[in-house]
């Protein structure tokens, strides 16, 4: 019987939490054209002359504090999630990781399945965006045919993923006692935002737009589908809207990026009398770096020290049980249209 290729696919990571083996990572992930979108030529300048060279030592000591006997997290969280998927959908199906930048890589995973019939790419993306969905798409075509493959539409309002998020909570008691939950997701500069606007004319114009984004938008527009995603999961918690938030994290460079930073708000909440703060982050299917050592470790610190009394880091789905039956149903509806 043929088997149905399934490509579990994350961003990547580097092979060691090094300033070389950063540099050669940073080197690959920065130049790709959806992320820093400027001209080749200046965007070398800057990733190759600036960014790399400076950032290498430093983004080495950060991944030092979450680097595990194993390795990476994100490598370690996504093959164990997809390990746990591979054993319930069974012998009829074959899960593969492969990461968009790094190791293990496309030519691998192109080797491993060139048996199956069918291939669906699953990029492990709630939501669109040109920098995380599209690249990796784009990169996926480039090794498999369109004719005899499927992918994964961003799910980030999908019933089982909404629905294994409130289940996953629920079991951690989030929140609990008079916590607040502040909903992390990975920030965008406004330019790539608004470049991917349909309309052309709707893109962050008026207050709180992204809450109030048409369908037409609401297919790639990253900050209306980070808040759709936030809105269903506190309807699932019973939620009301004085008892969460949403902010963006992870910025790099002086461009204007999606607010409100999540560091800021960690701030304004901390002074303005919140004491007890729990952060999850809906937009990463497995922990890494941004969650680990930005969230865990570095935002605890900035609430601590701004008046909080208690943080609460809520892991990522990782390999949940409640995800894994996600993931099957999100494939079958996949394969079915």
């Not at 300048?45 to 060279?53: A, E, F, H, N, Q």
């Not at 030592?57 to 999630?81: D, I, M, R």
Request: hydrophobic letters at 35%; proline letters at 5%.
């Amino acid at each position: 019987m043929n088997k149905i290729g399934v490509i579990f696919s994350n961003l990547g990571t580097p092979e060691k939490p090094t300033p070389q083996a950063l540099g050669r990572f940073l080197g690959e992930f920065l130049m790709d054209k959806h992320v820093i979108q400027m001209p080749t030529f200046f965007r070398a300048l800057l990733v190759k002359g600036l960014i790399v060279p400076f950032r290498k030592g430093k983004s080495a000591k950060n991944y030092e504090k979450v680097w595990t006997q194993k390795g990476s997290p994100l490598l370690v969280e996504t093959n164990k999630a997809a390990k746990k998927l591979q054993e319930k959908l069974g012998e009829s199906y074959q899960v593969e990781v492969a990461m968009r930048y790094g190791e293990p890589n496309f030519d691998h995973v192109k080797k491993t399945l060139k048996d199956c019939d069918t291939v669906v790419f699953f990029p492990q993306y709630p939501h669109y965006a040109a920098s995380s969905y599209l690249t990796s798409v784009e990169h996926f075509y480039k090794y498999f045919t369109k004719e005899k493959s499927k992918v994964v539409l961003p799910y980030f309002e999908h019933p089982a993923f909404i629905n294994s998020y409130g289940k996953f909570l629920k079991e951690q008691e989030v929140p609990k006692n008079d916590e607040f939950l502040l909903m992390s997701f990975h920030g965008l500069p406004e330019s790539h935002v608004i470049k991917d606007d349909p309309t052309g004319n709707h893109c962050l114009k008026t207050d709180n737009c992204c809450e109030r984004a048409s369908e037409e938008v609401l297919k790639t527009c990253y900050p209306a589908q980070c808040f759709r995603t936030a809105h269903l999961i506190a309807k699932e918690l019973k939620l009301e809207r004085n008892q969460y938030g949403v902010s963006f994290q992870s910025r790099l460079g002086r461009q204007k990026w999606l607010e409100p930073s999540t560091e800021s708000r960690v701030i304004e909440l901390a002074q303005s009398g919140v004491k007890k703060l729990s952060v999850i982050c809906p937009g990463f299917s497995v922990d890494g770096l941004e969650t680990l050592e930005e969230i865990e470790l570095g935002m605890k610190e900035i609430f601590l020290k701004n008046g909080g009394e208690t943080f609460r880091f809520i892991p990522c789905l990782n390999d949940n049980s409640h995800w894994i039956e996600a993931c099957a149903k999100i494939l079958e509806d996949t394969l079915s249209n």
